[in-house]
Protein backbone atom coordinates (compact mmCIF):
# COMPACT_ATOMS: atom_id res chain seq x y z
CA UNK A 1 0.00 0.00 0.00
CA UNK A 2 3.03 2.42 -0.03
CA UNK A 3 4.91 2.04 -3.05
CA UNK A 4 6.27 4.71 -5.59
CA UNK A 5 6.43 3.37 -8.81
CA UNK A 6 8.84 5.21 -9.85
CA UNK A 7 10.97 3.96 -6.98
CA UNK A 8 10.82 0.80 -8.54
CA UNK A 9 13.33 2.05 -11.00
CA UNK A 10 16.19 -0.32 -10.39
CA UNK A 11 19.89 0.83 -11.97
CA UNK A 12 19.70 -1.74 -14.57
CA UNK A 13 16.16 -0.45 -16.36
CA UNK A 14 17.30 2.87 -15.75
CA UNK A 15 20.14 2.70 -18.05
CA UNK A 16 18.06 0.91 -20.60
CA UNK A 17 15.38 2.77 -21.03
CA UNK A 18 18.25 5.94 -21.27
CA UNK A 19 19.59 4.20 -24.22
CA UNK A 20 16.27 3.58 -25.42
CA UNK A 21 15.61 7.29 -25.09
CA UNK A 22 18.60 8.77 -26.21
CA UNK A 23 19.19 10.26 -22.50
CA UNK A 24 22.46 11.13 -20.90
CA UNK A 25 22.51 10.20 -17.09
CA UNK A 26 25.02 11.64 -14.89
CA UNK A 27 26.53 7.67 -13.93
CA UNK A 28 28.53 6.08 -16.43
CA UNK A 29 27.57 2.61 -14.97
CA UNK A 30 24.89 1.26 -12.89
CA UNK A 31 27.26 0.83 -9.81
CA UNK A 32 28.64 4.18 -10.12
CA UNK A 33 24.76 5.06 -10.18
CA UNK A 34 24.38 2.12 -6.59
CA UNK A 35 27.13 4.34 -5.29
CA UNK A 36 25.04 7.12 -4.75
CA UNK A 37 21.69 5.97 -3.49
CA UNK A 38 23.39 6.94 -0.07
CA UNK A 39 21.03 9.39 1.86
CA UNK A 40 21.15 11.78 4.81
CA UNK A 41 17.22 12.73 4.59
CA UNK A 42 14.55 12.91 2.23
CA UNK A 43 15.50 15.52 0.33
CA UNK A 44 18.88 13.90 -0.78
CA UNK A 45 17.22 11.15 -1.98
CA UNK A 46 14.11 12.68 -4.10
CA UNK A 47 16.81 14.76 -5.69
CA UNK A 48 18.06 11.76 -7.42
CA UNK A 49 14.51 10.09 -7.24
CA UNK A 50 13.56 12.99 -9.42
CA UNK A 51 16.43 13.07 -11.59
CA UNK A 52 16.10 9.59 -12.21
CA UNK A 53 12.63 9.85 -13.69
CA UNK A 54 13.91 11.64 -16.99
CA UNK A 55 14.31 8.29 -18.34
CA UNK A 56 10.85 7.49 -18.56
CA UNK A 57 8.88 9.15 -21.45
CA UNK A 58 6.95 7.03 -23.33
CA UNK A 59 3.36 4.43 -22.48
CA UNK A 60 6.07 1.28 -23.29
CA UNK A 61 8.48 2.65 -20.51
CA UNK A 62 5.59 2.91 -18.27
CA UNK A 63 4.20 -0.32 -18.53
CA UNK A 64 7.59 -1.79 -18.57
CA UNK A 65 8.78 -0.37 -15.30
CA UNK A 66 5.38 -1.84 -13.91
CA UNK A 67 5.79 -4.75 -15.52
CA UNK A 68 9.29 -4.90 -13.93
CA UNK A 69 7.42 -4.01 -10.33
CA UNK A 70 5.21 -6.47 -10.48
CA UNK A 71 7.13 -9.84 -11.37
CA UNK A 72 9.50 -8.62 -8.50
CA UNK A 73 5.98 -8.51 -6.39
CA UNK A 74 5.31 -12.03 -7.47
CA UNK A 75 8.48 -13.17 -6.50
CA UNK A 76 7.88 -11.55 -3.01
CA UNK A 77 4.93 -13.20 -2.54
CA UNK A 78 2.64 -10.31 -2.93
CA UNK A 79 -1.04 -10.94 -3.68
CA UNK A 80 -2.31 -7.25 -3.78
CA UNK A 81 -0.55 -4.13 -4.35
CA UNK A 82 -1.58 -0.33 -4.24
CA UNK A 83 0.65 1.63 -5.85
CA UNK A 84 1.32 5.40 -6.22
CA UNK A 85 2.35 7.36 -8.92
CA UNK A 86 3.24 11.33 -8.85
CA UNK A 87 1.63 12.45 -12.65
CA UNK A 88 3.07 16.12 -12.17
CA UNK A 89 7.22 14.58 -11.74
CA UNK A 90 5.63 13.34 -15.43
CA UNK A 91 3.98 16.25 -16.67
CA UNK A 92 6.09 18.91 -15.89
CA UNK A 93 8.79 16.63 -18.11
CA UNK A 94 6.73 17.04 -21.09
CA UNK A 95 4.75 13.71 -20.44
CA UNK A 96 1.30 13.58 -20.57
CA UNK A 97 -0.71 12.17 -18.07
CA UNK A 98 -3.06 9.59 -20.39
CA UNK A 99 0.76 8.96 -21.52
CA UNK A 100 1.60 7.60 -17.44
CA UNK A 101 -1.64 6.31 -17.18
CA UNK A 102 -2.23 3.86 -20.23
CA UNK A 103 0.91 2.71 -19.51
CA UNK A 104 1.07 1.74 -16.22
CA UNK A 105 -2.49 0.56 -16.49
CA UNK A 106 -1.30 -2.18 -19.45
CA UNK A 107 1.02 -3.71 -16.85
CA UNK A 108 -1.46 -3.82 -14.33
CA UNK A 109 -4.02 -5.49 -16.15
CA UNK A 110 -1.40 -8.00 -17.43
CA UNK A 111 -0.28 -8.62 -14.14
CA UNK A 112 -3.44 -10.05 -13.12
CA UNK A 113 -3.47 -12.35 -15.73
CA UNK A 114 -0.24 -13.79 -15.16
CA UNK A 115 -0.01 -13.50 -11.93
CA UNK A 116 -3.23 -12.95 -9.85
CA UNK A 117 -2.26 -9.89 -8.54
CA UNK A 118 -5.23 -7.58 -7.92
CA UNK A 119 -3.75 -4.06 -8.17
CA UNK A 120 -5.19 -0.18 -7.33
CA UNK A 121 -3.59 2.97 -8.46
CA UNK A 122 -2.96 6.07 -6.37
CA UNK A 123 -2.58 9.74 -7.74
CA UNK A 124 0.30 11.33 -5.73
CA UNK A 125 0.58 15.17 -5.45
CA UNK A 126 3.56 16.57 -5.18
CA UNK A 127 3.14 18.93 -1.68
CA UNK A 128 6.00 20.95 -2.40
CA UNK A 129 4.49 22.00 -5.64
CA UNK A 130 1.71 24.45 -4.96
CA UNK A 131 -2.24 23.88 -4.55
CA UNK A 132 -2.86 25.25 -7.73
CA UNK A 133 -0.77 22.62 -9.26
CA UNK A 134 -2.35 19.80 -7.31
CA UNK A 135 -5.73 21.05 -8.41
CA UNK A 136 -4.86 21.41 -12.32
CA UNK A 137 -3.39 17.66 -12.20
CA UNK A 138 -6.94 16.60 -10.87
CA UNK A 139 -8.74 17.80 -13.25
CA UNK A 140 -6.49 16.71 -15.65
CA UNK A 141 -7.01 13.52 -14.26
CA UNK A 142 -11.29 13.39 -14.71
CA UNK A 143 -10.86 11.80 -17.69
CA UNK A 144 -9.09 8.82 -16.23
CA UNK A 145 -10.29 8.73 -12.86
CA UNK A 146 -11.95 5.06 -13.60
CA UNK A 147 -8.76 3.80 -13.04
CA UNK A 148 -7.34 5.55 -9.86
CA UNK A 149 -8.44 4.23 -6.52
CA UNK A 150 -7.62 7.30 -3.77
CA UNK A 151 -5.31 10.32 -4.02
CA UNK A 152 -2.42 11.01 -2.09
CA UNK A 153 0.07 13.58 -1.25
CA UNK A 154 4.36 12.83 -1.20
CA UNK A 155 7.59 14.82 -1.64
CA UNK A 156 9.31 16.54 0.65
CA UNK A 157 7.02 16.83 3.88
CA UNK A 158 8.69 19.62 5.86
CA UNK A 159 7.10 23.40 5.50
CA UNK A 160 4.10 21.67 3.57
CA UNK A 161 1.18 20.61 5.74
CA UNK A 162 -1.92 18.72 4.59
CA UNK A 163 -4.12 21.55 4.98
CA UNK A 164 -2.30 23.37 1.62
CA UNK A 165 -4.55 21.11 -0.26
CA UNK A 166 -8.03 21.02 1.84
CA UNK A 167 -9.55 21.67 -1.45
CA UNK A 168 -8.21 19.04 -3.93
CA UNK A 169 -9.04 15.86 -1.12
CA UNK A 170 -12.80 18.03 -1.13
CA UNK A 171 -12.60 17.35 -5.07
CA UNK A 172 -11.42 13.77 -5.04
CA UNK A 173 -13.68 12.92 -2.27
CA UNK A 174 -16.95 14.39 -4.05
CA UNK A 175 -15.60 12.02 -7.03
CA UNK A 176 -15.88 8.94 -4.91
CA UNK A 177 -12.00 8.75 -4.52
CA UNK A 178 -10.28 7.80 -1.71
CA UNK A 179 -7.86 10.21 0.72
CA UNK A 180 -4.24 8.91 1.77
CA UNK A 181 -1.23 11.57 2.51
CA UNK A 182 2.00 10.98 3.81
CA UNK A 183 2.05 12.65 6.87
CA UNK A 184 4.91 11.81 10.48
CA UNK A 185 7.61 10.99 8.51
CA UNK A 186 10.14 13.42 8.87
CA UNK A 187 7.21 16.16 9.57
CA UNK A 188 5.57 16.62 13.01
CA UNK A 189 2.50 14.92 14.83
CA UNK A 190 0.18 18.12 14.09
CA UNK A 191 0.77 16.94 10.13
CA UNK A 192 -1.17 13.42 11.00
CA UNK A 193 -3.99 15.64 12.88
CA UNK A 194 -4.25 17.77 9.91
CA UNK A 195 -4.51 15.07 6.91
CA UNK A 196 -7.03 12.94 9.30
CA UNK A 197 -9.07 16.29 10.44
CA UNK A 198 -8.98 18.62 7.11
CA UNK A 199 -8.16 16.28 4.49
CA UNK A 200 -10.35 13.08 5.83
CA UNK A 201 -7.68 10.76 5.24
CA UNK A 202 -8.16 6.73 5.27
CA UNK A 203 -5.25 6.04 5.85
CA UNK A 204 -1.95 7.31 7.03
CA UNK A 205 1.14 6.86 4.94
CA UNK A 206 4.36 6.08 7.57
CA UNK A 207 2.81 8.02 10.57
CA UNK A 208 5.58 6.91 12.57
CA UNK A 209 6.10 10.69 14.29
CA UNK A 210 2.98 9.86 15.87
CA UNK A 211 3.89 8.11 18.83
CA UNK A 212 5.26 11.84 20.04
CA UNK A 213 1.76 12.55 20.56
CA UNK A 214 -0.19 10.29 23.02
CA UNK A 215 -4.02 11.87 21.83
CA UNK A 216 -2.58 11.29 18.04
CA UNK A 217 -1.88 7.46 18.67
CA UNK A 218 -5.01 7.23 20.71
CA UNK A 219 -7.44 8.69 18.20
CA UNK A 220 -5.55 6.57 15.17
CA UNK A 221 -6.48 3.22 17.63
CA UNK A 222 -10.21 4.34 18.36
CA UNK A 223 -10.95 4.71 14.63
CA UNK A 224 -8.64 2.03 13.33
CA UNK A 225 -6.95 4.40 10.56
CA UNK A 226 -4.06 2.53 9.50
CA UNK A 227 -0.33 3.62 8.70
CA UNK A 228 1.63 2.16 5.78
CA UNK A 229 4.99 2.22 7.90
CA UNK A 230 7.96 1.71 6.09
CA UNK A 231 10.86 0.16 8.00
CA UNK A 232 13.79 0.48 5.56
CA UNK A 233 13.08 3.19 3.61
CA UNK A 234 12.87 4.99 7.52
CA UNK A 235 16.33 3.44 8.31
CA UNK A 236 17.86 4.97 4.92
CA UNK A 237 16.31 8.20 5.10
CA UNK A 238 17.39 8.12 8.38
CA UNK A 239 14.30 8.55 10.01
CA UNK A 240 15.16 6.25 12.31
CA UNK A 241 18.79 5.54 13.21
CA UNK A 242 18.37 1.62 13.10
CA UNK A 243 16.06 -1.03 12.46
CA UNK A 244 16.80 -3.03 16.03
CA UNK A 245 15.55 0.74 16.97
CA UNK A 246 12.19 0.74 15.11
CA UNK A 247 9.28 1.60 16.66
CA UNK A 248 7.25 -1.40 14.74
CA UNK A 249 6.88 -3.32 18.40
CA UNK A 250 5.72 -0.35 20.16
CA UNK A 251 3.25 0.91 17.19
CA UNK A 252 1.60 -2.58 17.21
CA UNK A 253 1.78 -3.23 21.14
CA UNK A 254 -0.48 0.23 20.91
CA UNK A 255 -3.14 -1.52 18.82
CA UNK A 256 -1.93 0.42 16.04
CA UNK A 257 -3.07 -0.51 12.64
CA UNK A 258 0.17 -0.38 11.47
CA UNK A 259 1.26 -2.68 8.13
CA UNK A 260 4.78 -3.21 6.47
CA UNK A 261 4.92 -1.37 3.08
CA UNK A 262 8.54 -0.76 0.60
CA UNK A 263 8.02 3.04 -0.27
CA UNK A 264 10.42 2.88 -2.70
CA UNK A 265 12.73 -0.59 -3.14
CA UNK A 266 14.64 -0.15 -5.73
CA UNK A 267 16.52 2.62 -3.88
CA UNK A 268 16.15 1.46 -0.03
CA UNK A 269 17.53 -2.23 -0.15
CA UNK A 270 14.40 -4.10 -0.45
CA UNK A 271 10.88 -5.42 -1.49
CA UNK A 272 8.33 -6.21 0.47
CA UNK A 273 9.02 -9.35 1.09
CA UNK A 274 12.60 -7.98 2.24
CA UNK A 275 10.59 -5.18 4.81
CA UNK A 276 9.39 -8.05 6.39
CA UNK A 277 12.14 -10.44 6.85
CA UNK A 278 14.28 -7.37 7.80
CA UNK A 279 12.17 -6.59 10.92
CA UNK A 280 11.05 -9.60 11.99
CA UNK A 281 15.28 -10.56 12.19
CA UNK A 282 15.99 -7.10 13.96
CA UNK A 283 12.85 -7.16 15.99
CA UNK A 284 12.99 -10.64 16.72
CA UNK A 285 8.83 -10.31 15.24
CA UNK A 286 7.20 -13.89 16.14
CA UNK A 287 5.38 -15.79 13.50
CA UNK A 288 1.76 -13.99 15.20
CA UNK A 289 2.87 -10.88 15.09
CA UNK A 290 3.91 -10.94 11.33
CA UNK A 291 0.41 -12.55 10.49
CA UNK A 292 -1.15 -9.55 12.28
CA UNK A 293 0.95 -7.64 10.18
CA UNK A 294 -0.24 -9.35 7.20
CA UNK A 295 -4.23 -9.09 7.99
CA UNK A 296 -3.62 -5.58 8.58
CA UNK A 297 -2.47 -4.81 4.92
CA UNK A 298 -5.43 -6.45 3.55
CA UNK A 299 -7.70 -4.71 6.33
CA UNK A 300 -6.00 -1.56 5.21
CA UNK A 301 -6.63 -1.98 1.64
CA UNK A 302 -9.18 -0.62 -0.64
CA UNK A 303 -10.31 -3.94 -1.88
CA UNK A 304 -13.83 -4.67 -2.13
CA UNK A 305 -15.53 -6.47 0.69
CA UNK A 306 -15.84 -9.90 -0.55
CA UNK A 307 -12.14 -9.83 -2.11
CA UNK A 308 -10.90 -8.86 1.26
CA UNK A 309 -12.63 -11.54 3.00
CA UNK A 310 -11.12 -14.11 0.54
CA UNK A 311 -7.40 -12.67 1.25
CA UNK A 312 -8.06 -12.24 5.13
CA UNK A 313 -9.56 -16.10 4.76
CA UNK A 314 -5.68 -17.21 3.01
CA UNK A 315 -4.11 -15.26 5.87
CA UNK A 316 -5.92 -17.02 8.66
CA UNK A 317 -5.66 -20.54 7.03
CA UNK A 318 -1.67 -20.43 6.28
N1 LIG B 1 9.29 8.25 1.36
C1 LIG B 1 8.79 9.27 0.65
N2 LIG B 1 8.35 10.36 1.29
C2 LIG B 1 7.87 11.39 0.61
N3 LIG B 1 7.79 11.43 -0.72
C3 LIG B 1 8.21 10.38 -1.40
N4 LIG B 1 8.25 10.14 -2.73
C4 LIG B 1 8.78 8.93 -2.91
N5 LIG B 1 9.09 8.38 -1.73
C5 LIG B 1 8.73 9.26 -0.76
ZN1 LIG C 1 6.44 7.14 0.36
Given at each position: MHLHIEGTLEPELAFALAARNGVTLPYATEDELRRAYSFSDLQSFLDLYYA??????????????????LARAEEQGVRHAEIFFDPQAHTARGVSLGTVIRGLSRAL???????????RLIMCFLRDES????LETFEAARPYLDRITAVGLDSAEVGHPPSKFKEVYALAREAGLKCVAHAGEEGPPAYVWEALDVLGVDRIDHGVRALEDERLVARLVADRIPLT????????LRVIDDL?????????DAGLLVT??????????????DNFAAVRDALG???????????????????????????????DAY
Open positions: LMAVLRTEDDFADLAHAYDAAQETYGITTAASAVCPLSNVRAAHPLPAMLVNSDDPAYFGGYAHLDDAALRTLARNSFEASFLDEATRAAYLAEV
